[in-house]
């Protein structure tokens, strides 16, 4: 990764995605929807306990995968088989996003910009040090990414998943346009976020 100073005028000159409209999906416990009902856009969790592109105490996020089998092997812990987890009743909560302006590590191009790779992007970033100076590349790109006020999302590939993708949103720079949608699988409920704001 490029040294984290640079990182901001390498961002500026980066071009966003535009109009990304695609699905995310999140596994979210059945107990934690019933009892926290907004769990599907819950985005505090990054910033209390920080995520791959959110270092703790930053800024709110949601994490999807873009496919429903992403999204199962990133709720599993690493190490663990997918088959040896004890039978539990989940929710594969499908999300319809409509973004404006997203970071697309996907994009070589993008990447050699920042003078990462897709290996460095999947490295391990649990127990990361709090100090900045020894945080993962990740963590520096995804603060200076939100603190550019260009990109409302980051597009990054999946560690548990070979060639696919997970998307990390930052509520915080969600503007006009933006859409988040999700209806429960089994009551049909459907719920909106937009610009950061949560509506039923």
């Not at 005028?9 to 979210?28: A, H």
């Not at 959110?54 to 996020?61: E, K, L, M, N, T």
């Not at 199962?72 to 004890?86: F, T």
């Not at 696919?164 to 909106?192: D, N």
Request: hydrophobic share 35%.
């Amino acid at each position: 990764m490029i040294d984290p100073s640079e990182l901001p005028g390498i961002l500026q000159g980066l071009s966003p995605r535009c109009n990304y409209d695609g699905f995310g999906w999140r596994r979210v416990e059945a107990y934690e929807f019933t009892q926290k009902g907004q769990q599907v856009f819950y985005d505090e969790g990054p910033l209390t306990k920080g995520a791959r592109f959110s270092p703790v105490g930053h800024a709110r996020a949601l994490y999807y995968a873009e496919s429903q089998k992403t999204a199962i092997r990133e709720s599993k812990p690493s190490g663990i088989s997918l088959s040896s987890r004890q039978p539990r009743s989940d929710y594969d909560m499908q999300v319809i996003v409509r973004l404006n302006a997203v970071l697309d590590l996907g994009e070589a191009s993008v990447r050699r910009r920042l003078k990462t790779t897709l290996d460095e992007l999947k490295e391990p970033w649990i127990g990361a040090h709090s100090r900045e100076d020894h945080w993962p590349p990740t963590w520096h790109l995804g603060k200076a990414t939100f603190l550019s006020e260009r990109f409302d999302a980051i597009r990054y590939p999946s560690a548990k998943h070979d060639r696919h993708y997970c998307i990390a949103i930052f509520t915080g720079r969600l503007v006009c346009g933006a859409h988040l949608e999700a209806i429960h699988p089994q009551r049909g409920a459907v719920r909106i976020k937009v610009s950061g704001r949560l509506r039923g």
